[in-house]
């Protein structure tokens, strides 16, 4: 079993909003990644947890706050957002093992729009 | 210097035939690994196939296979018996090893034509 789920699929909201994204995986997999995509351009690299530990932040802006609750679930908490902020958000897992055969497998996306 | 380079940012294909989608990529590392994505209007980014620095063979799976020139350091996706529902977005991506970054090419159009 490769799936990796994302809940909402879409989401609309407010500059003044707070609102959360999920992401869960079933894999056994210790890593797990937020990307933040525009259309027709590749995802860009936001956070990665490993071990259930913030590995990697991409100097993201603290209005994205992530959280990792446990290996197999993944929070985005999104914050007083900007319009630019509207994107596809992909959630990604891997097992983390250093190796080059560590294949990222990703979730669905929830398309956010912010208004 | 980029990493992953796709050259065609849209290609076209008529249904049943084959098709290639190129990628170069740069690394000075021996260990690495070259992965092919496919992201439908949908946007869900599916793993198609995978081709390590040290396999000696061409990965197949399926319809996708990788025509891996180590020496050109390219690694391009062939697509046989093209189907509508192939019509998507492919992204070719590296991980090198070690290290944890995956690094993304800009991502090639297909559409498929009747």
Redesign the interface.
Known sequence: DTEVTQTPKHLVMGMTNKKSLKCEQHMGHRAMYWYKQKAKKPPELMFVYSYEKLSINESVPSRFSPECPNSSLLNLHLHALQPEDSALYLCASSRWDEAPTDTQYFGPGTRLTVL | AQKITQTQPGMFVQEKEAVTLDCTYDTSDQ???L?W?KQPS??????LI?Q??YDEQNATEGRYSLNFQKARKSANLVISASQLGDSA?Y?CAM??????Q?Y????T?LTVIP
Do not use: Q
């Open positions: 260990s690495y690994g992965f994505y949908s946007g869900e980014m599916i793993f995978y390590g620095s977005m992204f991980r090198e090893s070690p290290g944890n995956f993304f090419g800009t991502g159009s």
